[in-house]
């Protein structure tokens, strides 16, 4: 990823942070997944939640996760309306879908992590300190960032729920 691309990230997405755990690196994520395919700004998030929702249990989808956000490309990257991403569960590997679903897979080696506590819509403003986290390790990213949303917004207030950031890293080139 050029070194261009991260600063820019990391300037759209600056913010204060509450007290969190400190980022860390892991053994990679590695999970099955179905989808509904987005783009456009990410403020249709929530609308498409529902929609994903309302086509996993018309499939009679059986999910083996919490709901999570794919991110393939990123404000400052490209325009609002060129913003690539997509809402998803993780489900069995075996598990077929019908369009307007897609399965996907998501499997890195190596991950960074951070969770984020508080609003949902907050959660941007994690992203400074793991990349900084990230690069400051020598790595780099090297695939799509995956958000987890931990809790349910009905059931925990706000600046309770929690976001687990995920990014697929590996060492920088020299």
């Not at 609308?47 to 059986?62: C, D």
């Not at 890195?108 to 986290?133: I, M």
Request: net charge neutral; charged share 20%.
């Amino acid at each position: 990823m050029k070194p261009s691309f991260l600063i820019a990230l990391v300037a759209i997405f600056a913010g204060g942070l509450s007290a969190q755990a400190q980022p860390r690196f892991r053994a990679g994520e590695n999970f099955t997944y179905v989808a509904l395919e987005c783009s456009g700004p990410h403020a249709g998030i929530t609308p498409k939640i529902g929609a994903l929702m309302a086509e996993v249990q018309k499939q009679n989808l059986m999910m083996e996760g919490d709901l999570l956000v794919v991110f393939h490309n990123f404000p400052g990257q490209v325009n609002a309306e060129e913003l690539r991403w997509a809402v998803c569960v993780p489900v069995d590997a075996s598990t077929v879908v019908k369009p307007p679903l897609s399965r996907g897979e998501y499997r890195y080696d190596r991950v960074a992590e951070y969770t984020h506590k508080g609003p949902y819509g907050s959660s941007a403003a994690a992203y400074p300190k793991l990349l900084e986290f990230i690069a400051g390790n020598g790595c780099e990213v090297c695939g799509p960032l995956c958000e987890t949303y931990l809790d349910h917004p009905a059931a925990v207030k706000p600046e309770e729920c929690r976001t687990l950031i995920v990014v697929p890293v590996k060492k920088k080139s020299q």
